[in-house]
């Protein structure tokens, strides 16, 4: 009866073990395999996952005055080709293109288009503009970083541009 007794038990402890292997290797799975699914919030993050990136964000000095975009609708970017559209709109749509690659390094703006003081600004010839990528997750499509650019008035003269632009947690897969 004990031999009976201690291969029940031993029977038991291999079961739990490979039981709790099982579930952490399933959770480990799940996410990682760059699908939302299995309750998640977000593709691999909320629920049994790790918490999810903040809300989107968009934040510079436009001209004279600044410029936040922190609705999720209005906060946002989209793939465009090869490029990542930035978008956000405070009452006021600004967005940027560039071609993402290496995080860290400076690469420069594509198209800008914004309004500002009730007129529409675009990037023109001559006009420059640059990208930092603090981060760039591209299994959960979300990019952070920070930017500058310059652009000109469509129906003058007139020039103004983004400074100490930070955008966080915007999510390019819309």
């Known amino acids: 009866m004990k031999k009976f007794s ?3 038990v ?3 402890l291999i079961t739990g073990f490979y039981s709790c292997n099982k579930v952490e290797d399933n959770k480990t799975a799940l996410c990682n395999n760059g699908i939302q699914d ?3 919030t977000e593709i691999d993050c909320g629920a049994a996952c790790t918490a999810c990136p903040g809300a989107p964000s968009i ?3 436009l001209g004279n005055s600044s410029f936040v975009s922190t609705n999720p609708a209005n906060t946002y970017g989209q793939t465009l080709g090869p490029s990542i559209r930035i978008y956000g709109n405070d009452g006021r749509p600004l967005f940027f293109m560039f071609i993402p690659s290496a995080v860290n ?3 420069p703006v594509t198209s800008v288009s914004f309004s500002y003081n009730g007129e529409a600004y675009a990037m023109e010839a001559g006009d420059r503009g640059e990208v930092v990528l603090t981060t760039l997750d591209t299994l959960r499509k979300i ?3 920070t930017f500058w650019f310059t652009a000109n008035r469509t129906t003058g003269p007139d020039s103004t541009g983004a400074l100490n632009g930070v955008f966080s947690n915007i999510r390019y897969n819309h």
């Open 6 to 8: 201690l291969l029940i």
């Open 10 to 12: 031993t029977l038991f």
């Open 38 to 40: 299995g309750g998640e």
């Open 59 to 61: 934040s510079c000095n």
């Open 105 to 107: 390094q400076p690469l």
């Open 143 to 145: 990019a952070s970083g």
